[in-house]
């Protein structure tokens, strides 16, 4: 299961020959390896600190059972401690059911991959009974609102979308549409810009202020690294998000920005986006992630 990280700490139990039990300078050497296995997997410094000093204390209290090996026992412990610390369970969508139409706002980076998102949770929304509707409220570039226009035909669910620049009118005339039209749910595609600035965020506050969603949504590239957990605490400090959306999971990050973003948000990770097509998007599991940064 976790065969790469128990394969190295296996190799450094057996320098210490004849240790069967977890001790103060098998621990160091496992911390060691452990700490690599993080930092390579892209977890910020200080959240991997903060784990392998919770993971030193929780193994050494531990007892070895017979029929693992100390290794085994160690994996085991960073493994569930990972899944904790990324929230343990999947944590659902919190679409009101009396509110009609439920909102999802969107917002992230321009490049993120937000646009896409937003196709891909109507589609996912639709396979399950919904009755989505997509609203254009990236206004300042026609070519963000043709993209979702293209997209909301691929995924044959309405976008709604005004030719005018202005990002208030487009959502809330868009929610009144989808309130004439029977829809359920509103998705809200807003602006992003290439990096954190205050009019895309001050425009944000306000359509969150006057949409009040159901559930605002941050999307945010896992291949940004290290960025991705500053970006990500620049809007929540800002927007106070619901949840987060990691995309580009497809590529070669490890996943170490889902621990990182957690820990430093404090917020449930809820999708992940692993492709470009529009079925490409999964839940978030933090046990499947926590194998995927153990690697
Ligand atoms: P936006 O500017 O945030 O709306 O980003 P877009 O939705 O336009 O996405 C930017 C680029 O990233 C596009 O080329 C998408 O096809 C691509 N993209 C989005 N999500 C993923 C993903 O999960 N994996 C990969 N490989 N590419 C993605």
Redesign the pocket.
């Known amino acids: 299961m976790f065969d790469s990280l128990s394969d190295k700490l296996e190799a450094t139990f057996k320098k210490l020959a004849g240790q069967a039990t977890i001790n103060e300078i098998n621990i160091g050497l496992a911390m060691r390896d452990i700490k690599r296995a993080l930092l390579g997997a892209d977890v910020n410094y200080k959240v991997a600190k903060k784990l392998i000093d919770d993971i030193r204390e929780k193994s050494l209290g531990e007892q070895v059972i017979k029929s693992v090996s100390p290794a085994q026992m160690i994996v085991k412990i960073v493994y569930d401690e990972l899944t904790e610390l990324m929230g343990g369970e999947q944590k659902p969508l919190n679409l009101s059911p009396k509110k009609l139409p439920a909102v999802i706002m969107v917002a992230?980076?321009?490049?993120?991959?937000?646009?896409?998102?937003c196709a891909k949770l109507a589609l996912r929304l639709k396979k399950s009974g919904k009755q989505p509707m997509l609203v254009a409220a990236d206004v300042y570039r026609p070519a963000?609102i043709d993209?979702l226009k293209a997209l909301g035909q691929q995924v044959d669910v309405p976008v709604f979308a005004i030719e005018e620049q202005d990002a208030m009118k487009a959502a809330l005339q868009g929610l009144e549409a989808a309130r004439s039209a029977a829809k359920d749910v509103v998705i809200v595609d807003t602006a992003?810009r290439l990096q954190i600035d205050q009019v895309m965020m001050a425009e944000a506050e306000s359509l969150k202020h006057a949409l009040k969603p159901d559930e605002l949504l941050f999307?945010v590239d896992s291949m940004m690294g290290q960025e991705a957990v500053n970006t990500a605490k620049a809007f929540n400090d800002r927007l106070d998000f619901d949840g987060v959306v990691l995309?580009?999971?497809?590529?070669d990050s490890r996943g170490g920005a889902a621990l990182s973003i957690r820990q430093v948000v404090e917020k449930p990770i809820k999708f992940i986006?692993?492709?470009?097509k529009v079925d490409?998007l999964d839940l978030f599991y933090p046990d499947r992630m926590a194998q995927r940064i153990l690697g």
């Open positions: 992230g980076l321009q490049g993120s991959g937000k646009t896409t998102f963000a993209q992003g999307v995309t580009k999971l497809d590529g986006s692993i492709g470009e490409d």
